[in-house]
């Protein structure tokens, strides 16, 4: 099991560059996702990483603004988001398993606490 903790979350105006952070409790061969859930809606995914960071993969409608990447020796993995957009307003969960195909993280995953990301028009 790998514990999640989230954090760079927070308000900026449209058009600005935010980055999160996902640190890791432990160094197990987890791939790594980041999903988003907006209020009122279900949670969606975003982007997701492989243990090796060697592929990674992307929800249409971040792709070109959004960069994942992971730093194995320090176990954290971040989510670079530039060109915000008002509709990128959610709050934002990092996932790991062990277990992934080229466009999902598969079951089980494991949760962060969320990170909430708001952008002003």
């Known amino acids: 099991q790998v514990q999640l903790v989230e954090s760079g979350g927070g308000l900026v105006q449209a058009g600005d560059s935010l980055r999160l952070s996902c640190a890791a409790s432990g160094r197990d061969l987890y791939a790594g996702g980041w999903f988003r859930q907006a209020p009122g809606k279900e949670r969606k995914f975003v982007a997701l990483?492989?243990?090796?960071?060697?592929?990674?993969h992307y929800g249409d409608s971040v792709k070109g603004r959004f960069t994942i990447s992971r730093d194995k020796a320090n176990a954290t993995m971040y989510l670079e988001m530039n060109n915000l957009k008002p509709e990128d307003t959610a709050v934002y969960f990092c996932?790991?398993?062990?277990?992934?195909?080229?466009?999902?993280?598969?079951?089980?995953?494991?949760w962060g606490q969320g990170t909430q990301v708001t952008v002003s028009s």
């Open positions: 996932a790991a398993s062990r277990y992934y195909n080229a466009t999902h993280l598969l079951p089980p995953l494991f």
């Open positions: 990483i492989s243990w090796s960071a060697e592929a990674t």
